[in-house]
């Protein structure tokens, strides 16, 4: 009599679950891994939002820079003049939806003939909490 060579479903079953035993590990890997190329990715964009912002500062005249300030020696909001930041933001918030980008100004309390100014963006982590914000901060002296 011929005996035929087969897989009973047990030996299916049992290679079944090591496959599974070993896949799982190998997929938290890559997926970890990629979680973090993306954070990498966020992380590298806000800092061009940064420079962005001050490279378009610092291509302004001081006295232009000196009205949005308005006097203040208190950082407060900085307001309008800054399109190619603005559009840098508006792009990586297509794709992401996640960026905020917020720029700051004052005049220096200790000398009036500099002005300070402050940059932050953050973004939301792969696992969906804040990041903390990247920041930036510089100044521009009176010539």
């Not at 035929?4 to 299916?12: C, Q």
């Not at 070993?22 to 990629?34: H, L, M, N």
């Not at 962005?52 to 909001?77: N, P, Q």
């Not at 918030?93 to 720029?103: A, I, L, M, T, V």
Request: charged fraction near 25%; glycine fraction near 6%.
């Amino acid at each position: 009599m011929k005996t035929r060579k087969a897989y009973t479903i047990l030996e299916v079953l049992v290679a079944s679950v090591i496959f599974v035993m070993a896949a799982i590990p190998i997929y938290y890997a890559v997926a970890g891994s990629a979680s973090k190329g993306i954070e990498t990715t966020k992380l590298s964009m806000a800092r061009k939002i940064l420079e962005s912002f001050r490279e378009e500062i610092m291509a302004c005249k001081y006295e232009d820079l000196e009205t949005f300030a308005g006097g203040s020696t208190t950082f407060g909001v900085l307001n309008g003049g800054f399109p190619k930041t603005l559009s840098d933001v508006l792009a990586f918030q297509r794709e992401y939806k996640d960026f905020d980008f917020s720029p700051e100004i004052r005049v220096n309390p200790d000398r009036s003939t500099v002005l300070e100014f402050r940059g932050s963006v953050t973004w939301t982590s792969t696992d969906g909490e804040k990041h903390a914000a990247e920041k930036l901060s510089f100044m521009v002296v009176k010539p």
